[in-house]
């Protein structure tokens, strides 16, 4: 009798999950607003994005729901996202950039008050799909989008508006934000500019593109996972905090996990042939737009490859805090592995200060094939340190090629220059070079090169309270693994060749 009312119960709980389901799958085909019913040809020719909007008015005018694209390729200009839409792309559908001369983009909208940050971050509706203060949208899909006609501007600070198509999603001010499972192929000056967002989730996404991939500016309560950015003309994953929104605002609450950046030739992610005969930008950058800084971030399980290493800048008055990163590993490193600078270039209203930068731990990482330029790189300004960072458990292999004239390079101070080591020149350190810093922890930390390098390992200038516990350093014959000048409280342990070296 058990065991008939076990099958009963169980033939129940069956026969009502395949109703829920039937009749879920049976109200979301209902919600569906197929864009071929407004209009939409899918032919690559026929311009495709009025009968797009139509459809997602409709959705709107009916309280929301699933706007869809069978498969087809869409031409189209800009595309106007509304409150409680999914637009999902279907396996084969493509939204494809209109050509300029079409005219099919908005046009950039005014800028009230003084543009502090770049021409790229300040307008929006020139896009290929653009939102402004919407609740509960979404782009989801094994579809793509294929920039086409989008163009990359290199518009300076304050100068516009920009009178082309140039990013391939835009959204401004919205909350509940979900990207989920497309692709965007040649995304323009930004695959995908957010700003100013919060509540959003950006999650097995696919960008292959010539400028910045994804920017997260002035956001918060962000998690970004499982995705794959190809950038070789400019940065990859790029969290910002620019003065977009007319006023300093912070980026926080922050998650990047189990991601790839790199810098292959633009497209060679998507056919698998990732090619480059010199590694492209790509990377994970914070800043350098910074004026509201960056509070509470984590980056978690990331490659680099065929491109630039991890960089923390914080040069525009804000405060960069309580930053952990672990679980990196790089190959084919171009100029620098890890970067963590302040600067006062300081791009705001008159009397901005210097930003601070404390509270940062980076662990577990690899990098192999890094470029003789810099190593490890952590610097402050002159009475302005950078505080409190932890290096733990890193392995770097440099290519080497260091010269005796590099080691006694006296290297720049950053002050208001643009925050690239490329810019300020050779370090006179093959490993790792610090200054203005207080509070600097060094544990199991083995630095090394595949050529002889001339230069000493360690370099450090005013360091107040230095660390170290297990560092290999490997060491050209002859060269002083490492060199300290105006360094401070200093503890080494279990670092043969450290040991004896007393802080002058």
């Known amino acids: 009798m058990c065991r008939n009312l076990l099958a009963a119960t169980l033939m129940g709980a069956v026969f009502l999950l395949v109703t829920v389901s039937r009749s879920g799958a049976a109200a979301a085909e209902r919600a569906a607003f197929n864009v071929r019913d407004f209009g939409a040809v899918g032919d690559g020719k026929a311009l495709d994005s009025p009968a797009i909007d139509r459809a ?17 390729t869409y031409l189209s200009g800009s595309i106007h996202l509304t409150n409680n839409l999914n637009l999902f792309l279907d396996a084969g559908a493509v939204i494809l950039g209109a050509p ?4 099919a983009y908005d046009r950039a909208e005014p800028f009230e008050g003084t543009a502090y940050q770049d021409g790229g971050h300040t307008y929006f ?3 290929l799909i653009w939102g402004e203060g919407l609740t509960n949208v979404s782009i989801t899909g094994p579809g793509m989008i294929k920039g086409g006609g989008l ?4 518009k300076g600070v304050g100068k516009g508006p920009m009178g082309q198509g140039d990013k391939a999603i835009a959204l401004k001010l919205c909350r509940g934000v979900l990207f989920r499972d497309f692709t965007i192929f ?5 695959a995908i500019l957010v700003t100013g967002c919060d509540n959003m989730t950006i999650d097995n996404v696919t960008m292959d593109t010539n400028r910045d991939g994804l920017d997260i500016d002035c956001c918060r309560n962000v998690m970004v996972s499982n995705c ?8 990859g994953l790029c969290p910002k905090s620019s003065y977009a929104l007319g006023r300093p605002v912070i980026t926080e609450n922050l998650s990047i996990v189990n991601c790839q950046v790199s810098g292959f030739k633009e497209g060679t992610l998507l056919d698998g ?5 010199r590694p492209g930008t790509g990377r994970i950058k914070f800043g350098t737009e910074s004026n509201g800084g960056f509070r509470n971030c984590t980056v978690a399980n990331c490659t680099f490859r065929m491109c630039k290493g991890l960089a923390l800048e914080e040069v525009d008055g804000g405060t960069m805090e309580n930053i952990s990163i672990n679980n ?4 084919d490193i171009k100029d620098y592995p890890i970067y963590i600078t302040l600067g006062r270039r300081n791009r705001g209203p008159e009397g901005t200060p210097v930003g601070m930068a404390r509270n940062i731990s980076i662990s577990n990482v690899i990098a192999t094939g890094v470029d003789r330029m810099s190593g490890i790189q952590i610097t402050g300004l002159p009475g302005h340190e950078v505080e409190g960072v932890r290096l733990e458990n890193i392995r770097l292999v440099f290519k080497g090629g260091g010269t005796a004239k590099d080691a006694e390079r006296v290297f720049p101070e950053l002050d208001k220059g643009y925050p690239e080591p490329n810019k300020l020149g050779t370090t006179p350190a093959c490993g790792l070079f610090a200054r203005h810093v207080r509070g600097l922890e060094l544990a199991n930390i083995h630095l090394g090169f595949a050529n002889e390098d001339l230069r000493p390992v360690m370099v450090c200038e005013d360091v107040d309270g230095l660390e170290i516990d297990n560092l290999k350093a490997q060491a050209s014959a002859g060269v002083t693994a490492a060199r300290f000048k105006g360094v401070k409280n200093l503890a080494v342990r279990n670092s043969p060749g450290l040991e004896g070296l007393m802080a002058k």
């Open 100 to 103: 300029q001369s079409l005219h």
């Open 56 to 72: 997602i008015a409709t959705c709107a005018g009916a309280g929301g729901g699933t706007v869809y694209l069978p498969a087809g």
């Open 151 to 154: 163009v990359k501007q290199d």
């Open 125 to 127: 509706h020139n896009s």
């Open 228 to 235: 794959r950015i190809n950038s070789p003309g400019d940065d």
């Open 328 to 331: 990196l590993t790089m190959i």
């Open 273 to 277: 042939t990732m090619q480059g005969n």
């Open 186 to 190: 040649h995304g323009g000056h930004f």
